[in-house]
Nanobody, 128 residues
C-alpha cells in the first residue's frame, strides 16, 4: 500500500503563493495522483491530478491558470504550486493515490472514489 505524506500548507495573504508536497513510498504503483480539498461538513473536491505515466495534468476550473501540479519520480514526490491564492482556496488539502484497476475516463480524476490511498491533509488558509 502506498503511504502519502503532505507538507507545505500554511497561512498567506490573498495573492500569495504556497507549494504543497506529497511524498509517497512508491509512485510507480499508481497511474494517477491527485490533490483534493475539503472544508468541514463538505465533500472533497478535486483540485488537480496528474497521470504518473504520461505526466498529463488535469485541473478544476476554479484553479486553472493559478495552480500547477507536477511530479518528481526520482523523489517519489508530487507537488502543487498555488499562485494568486484567494480566500476561497482556504481548505484542508489532501494528497491521493489512484486505486489499482481504476478506469480514468473523462473527469474520473476528480472523483474521490477513484482513489484508494489518502494522506492526512495539510491546511491552507488565505486571509488578510
Amino acid at each position: 500500500q502506498v503511504h502519502l505524506l503532505e507538507s507545505g500548507g500554511g497561512s498567506v495573504q490573498p495573492g500569495g503563493s504556497l507549494r504543497l508536497s506529497c511524498t509517497t513510498s512508491d509512485l510507480s504503483v499508481t497511474s494517477f495522483m491527485a490533490w483534493f480539498r475539503q472544508n468541514p461538513g463538505k465533500g472533497r473536491d478535486g483540485v488537480a491530478a496528474i497521470s504518473v505515466n504520461w505526466d498529463t495534468p488535469y485541473y478544476a476550473d476554479s484553479v486553472k491558470g493559478r495552480f500547477t501540479i507536477s511530479q518528481d519520480k526520482d523523489k517519489a514526490t508530487m507537488y502543487l504550486q498555488m499562485n494568486n491564492l484567494k480566500p476561497e482556496d482556504s481548505d484542508k488539502y489532501y494528497c491521493a493515490a489512484g486505486s489499482e484497476g481504476a478506469l480514468w475516463y473523462d473527469d474520473a480524476w476528480s472523483v474521490p472514489g477513484q482513489y484508494g490511498c489518502w494522506g492526512q491533509g495539510t491546511q491552507v488558509t488565505v486571509s488578510s
